[in-house]
């Protein structure tokens, strides 16, 4: 009983920063830009929000930062692909090369190459009082970290501003008939960027999470592709942020077993195998999906009209 109740709360809390990122993507990739630098910004707002909580001894401070440096990825990011109409999958891979490069410099050169990891204590889990004295999944449902509960809450305020208000509407109509928006008098290019600037916030924050909720240090390593992950877990929920929440647990749940079985001691899997599990599942289940309701424009820029 006590494995199946460390396995949910695991699953709970590794889902939680595949969850913020597909979200961020959904509301990106329906106005019709793929955030293809998600991997960079989840990396460097692990980066920021380890580096400002270490030095300044605020947790707080470090979340802010980190999604302050998604922002400014997101906004380097829009110029090139938005304005300037650049390609957006080259100009991402472009800013997730830097961003690796440019993560580890900056590490060095405010701590040197420390012969320990320096480390902080990582977020606490909040318990919710009664919640979770709930026998066996109380425990696990609701003793979670803050960011845990705030991605929970995202996830159906996301679909009721998708589906049931004009702004969701203006974003859904952005992805699919961009002329007929700026035939509405909506400046489509506005849209897609300020949509960005808040997808980048969210997928700093949801870097921040592994540095400082999940390790409480920083590597150059620590994302390990997960950003690429969210992004897959967009496909495959369908541009739905329901969606997005049942692909985020059962990859959050491949996470949770895998590092379960790390930490088990069980020699009999490769350890390699066990840390590849969610990236096989993701590319199975990509295969596996068949119908996708990919929006009209998404990746291609939008050209007004000449009168």
């Known amino acids: 009983m006590m494995v199946i109740t460390g396995l949910i709360a695991g699953a709970l809390q590794m889902s939680t920063p595949l969850l913020l990122g597909g979200l961020a993507e959904v509301y990106a990739e329906r106005t019709g830009v793929m955030v293809i630098a998600i991997e960079g910004i989840f990396l460097l707002g692990a980066w920021s929000g380890f580096v400002v909580a270490y030095s300044s001894g ?19 990011y829009g110029l090139f692909t938005v304005r300037l ?25 405010i701590f040197g190459v420390p012969l320990l990891p320096l480390t902080l204590e990582p977020i606490r889990p909040m318990a919710i009082p009664l919640l979770s004295s709930i026998p066996v999944l109380g425990k696990a ?9 705030l991605a929970w809450a995202l996830i159906p ?3 009721w501003v998708l589906y049931k208000t004009q702004l969701g509407l203006i974003l859904r109509s952005t992805g699919e008939n961009p002329e007929a928006v700026e035939a509405a008098g909506i400046d489509v290019d506005k849209v897609r960027f300020r949509t960005l600037l808040v997808a980048g916030a969210v997928d700093g924050l949801a870097g921040a999470f592994y ?17 690429w992950i969210a992004f897959a877990i967009c496909f495959l929920g369908n541009w739905n942020p329901m969606g997005v929440f049942v692909g985020a647990m059962v990859f959050g749940l491949a996470d949770a077993v895998a590092i379960q ?10 350890n390699e195998f066990l840390i590849a599990i969610p990236y096989i599942l993701t590319i199975v289940a990509t295969v596996a999906r068949s119908n996708f309701n990919v929006p009209a424009t998404l990746g291609v820029p939008y050209e007004k009209e000449r009168r």
């Open 58 to 76: 605020s947790i707080l401070l470090g979340l802010v930062a980190a999604m302050a440096v998604g922002v400014a990825v997101a906004a380097v």
């Open 261 to 270: 079985l790390q930490t088990s001691g069980i020699t009999l899997v490769p």
């Open 157 to 159: 305020l996301g679909y």
């Open 211 to 227: 540095s400082l909720a999940f390790l409480g240090m920083y590597t150059n390593d620590i994302i390990g592709g997960r950003g």
């Open 141 to 149: 449902l609701f003793t979670q970290s803050p960011l845990t509960y």
């Open 85 to 109: 109409k650049q390609h957006q999958i080259v100009t991402g891979t472009a800013l997730n090369i830097l961003a690796a490069g440019l993560g580890i410099y900056l590490y060095r050169v």
